[in-house]
């Protein structure tokens, strides 16, 4: 909830805990900081107004540093691994919660799952998915679906308006040493390895959930959910991405929802978040496939 500095005892407070019925009115986002850290630029490019007024953009802290522009990427940035295939690292803030993912596989399809918020709006019909498609794997076969969340149970668990959650199979997931979690159909609770290194609530107000977190720093880690106990969703916060935070290489975003947006406590923060989403998507996609047509160009036309 709150974040204490001991040298001067300013306190800086969570925007998604305050006891009302919306922060509209309340809260003004006026900027991102620290967006050195992210590498990649991270979510922040993914917001780039909020009603109407442009964020600014830190390098590091507010006020006290050089502001960047949208689409900023640290430049110098050499990835710690070219083996794409190197299983990648998720870990906490203290490193009690270590763990590996695996590039999908054949066995990340035997997952089985309605579809997500974040792809079908819950209430939909659709949302069944009665042909089980695997939604969580990108149409390269290489990547999981990413994406971002505004529900209430995410807000109030980790404090924050937005939380972003990576979409991988159980099956994909494993201990340092490579070794299975051992969930069952009751959660992964049950797996003494999991309980070592993490806590688990219960949602008062989502029956059949459980949200895992670490033991130690408090970092959220886990949801997951009875109706596909093999399917996690991952805090992408803690994955250790070789290239920045939004680990493209490994995630693919979806722009076109943001999951629960309804439930949005700061309703123009998850519009400029929606609105910028998309746009930071469908110009991504843009130029993939000026990338592609260059490519087939050049296969024709050899120069
Ligand atoms: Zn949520
Ligand atoms: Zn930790």
Redesign the pocket.
Known sequence: MFLEYAKDGQLWTSTGTLDAETSDGIIKFTGHMWIEDTTDGGASDFIPSVDGSALKRWLVAPEQSPEITLGWKDSSHQPRTSDEDAPLKV???????QLLITRPNERSLDASSPFPDLTHPSKSAHSPNPNNEAWWISKDKKRYLAGTCACESCRLHTGFDIMSWSFVPMSNVTFTDGAAIKGTNDGLDSDPRINQMMGMVKSPTEEGTKRHF??????TVFWWGSARPTLLDVAVGLIDAPTGVRCEEWLEWHGDRVSFAEEAFNKALIKGLAEGLREWKHGKVAEERKGTAAEADSQVHPS
Do not use: D, F, I
């Open positions: 870990h906490c803030h203290c490193n009690t919660v670490c033991r130690k720093c408090g970092a």
